[in-house]
């Protein structure tokens, strides 16, 4: 059977292929009489569109990539959950690029974005990286960017966080407010900006409540679950702090394992606090305490952001920085039981 295809319509009707093109388009120029033929002509002979013509044609793909460091982490399921909520009823289709935490990943994959097959990325840095110039490449090539939760303030894009700072900063207080002395920090990455914060934060608030800073109760994590729980295991038993804020929620499951090997009790012993979107962290015994960051709503504000940037209507600054709190869920693992809201 031979291909339907606009020429075929355009034979049986005697239209030029141009008329057709427009017609089945919903161009102004076309009458509503010649639509209505066409379109009878088209359901009649089975015709169906070529979508990658049709994007060839539009210089569209409707398609958008998100790069983004982990597939197994509770934020960045939810953020991908928001992008899509946004995304797939405006016609997007969605490719998810996980780096797993390796700059090389992520710079091999955005080189390979470079070919036109999306519209625009959205992309969360992996821990790794230190230099952003794979990033400025895309910008440079009026390819649309936005960076949500892990991002480099030096890059001209739009970029949606949560108020790392500030929520380390409350974090850390009350563990002071509920007894801790020796508190550690888990760090995750010296290079990025969303760990230098919440360090800033940590610091900051142990200086305000005229606690002593250790430089030994910083510790540098890496990307490997059996390397971080030896690194914390060291931690534990050279020196116990008697309170741990872990930067990320990849930390928080080694302190839980190694203070059970060591029978190190939480919260009598050791309170924990860490960040954490994980719905399983309230059904922990003892439940833990979590710094939960919106990542529903970051991901929904991302792509609103994105879209918005692909149709050329977005009125923000091309590097605004849309901050987004977050909330403190205080359980058994630091006590009391209440919830702070950040405002």
């Known amino acids: 059977m031979a291909k339907i295809n606009l020429e075929t319509i355009a034979k049986?009707?005697?239209?030029s292929i141009a008329t057709i093109s427009k017609a089945l388009n919903d161009s102004f120029e076309i009458s509503f009489e010649t639509k209505k033929r066409v379109l009878e002509k088209a359901k009649q002979l089975n015709y169906q569109a070529n979508p990658l013509a049709i994007a060839l044609r539009n210089k569209r793909t409707y398609t958008i990539a998100i790069v983004f460091p982990e597939m197994d982490n509770n934020f960045f399921s939810l953020a991908i959950k928001g992008i899509e909520s946004i995304a797939y009823p405006?016609?997007?289709?969605?490719?998810?690029?996980?780096?797993?935490?390796?700059?090389?990943?992520?710079?091999?994959?955005?080189?390979?974005l470079h070919n036109g097959r999306v519209d625009g990325v959205m992309i969360s840095l992996s821990s790794q990286t230190k230099e952003t110039t794979h990033i400025d490449k895309l910008i440079k090539h009026n390819l649309p960017v936005v960076l949500f939760d892990r991002v480099s303030q030096k890059l001209q894009a739009p970029k949606v966080v949560t108020d790392d700072y500030k929520s380390a900063y409350l974090a850390t207080k009350h563990l002071i407010e509920v007894g801790c002395k020796e508190i550690a920090y888990l760090s995750f990455s010296e290079?990025?900006?969303?760990?230098?914060?919440?360090?800033?934060?940590?610091?900051?608030?142990?200086f305000d409540k005229k606690m002593t800073?250790?430089?030994?109760?910083?510790?540098?994590?890496?990307?490997?679950?059996?390397?971080n729980k030896m690194i914390i295991?060291?931690?534990?038993?050279?020196?116990?702090?008697?309170?741990?804020?872990?930067?990320?929620?990849?930390?928080?499951l080694p302190c839980i394992e190694n203070c059970n090997e060591?029978?190190?009790?939480?919260?009598?012993?050791?309170?924990?606090?860490?960040?954490?979107?994980?719905?399983?962290?309230?059904?922990?015994?003892?439940?833990?305490?979590?710094?939960?960051?919106?990542?529903?709503?970051?991901?929904?504000?991302?792509?609103?952001?994105?879209?918005?940037?692909i149709d050329k209507k977005y009125k923000g600054s091309v590097s605004e920085t849309i901050v987004f709190p977050s909330e403190i869920h205080i359980r058994e693992s630091t006590q009391p039981s209440e919830c702070i809201k950040f405002v």
């Open 12 to 15: 049986e009707l005697n239209l």
């Open 90 to 112: 405006m016609g997007y289709h969605i490719l998810i690029y996980p780096t797993n935490e390796s700059f090389k990943r992520e710079k091999a994959t955005l080189e390979l």
């Open 233 to 252: 295991k060291n931690l534990l038993i050279q020196n116990i702090p008697d309170g741990i804020l872990a930067s990320v929620e990849e930390l928080i």
């Open 213 to 227: 800073y250790d430089p030994k109760l910083i510790v540098k994590c890496g990307n490997y679950e059996k390397e």
């Open 262 to 309: 060591l029978n190190i009790k939480i919260p009598n012993d050791i309170k924990l606090i860490g960040y954490s979107n994980s719905p399983i962290a309230r059904f922990l015994n003892p439940s833990l305490s979590t710094i939960v960051q919106p990542a529903f709503e970051m991901g929904q504000k991302a792509a609103s952001i994105l879209i918005q940037l």
């Open 191 to 206: 290079h990025l900006n969303i760990d230098k914060q919440r360090l800033k934060g940590y610091r900051d608030a142990l």
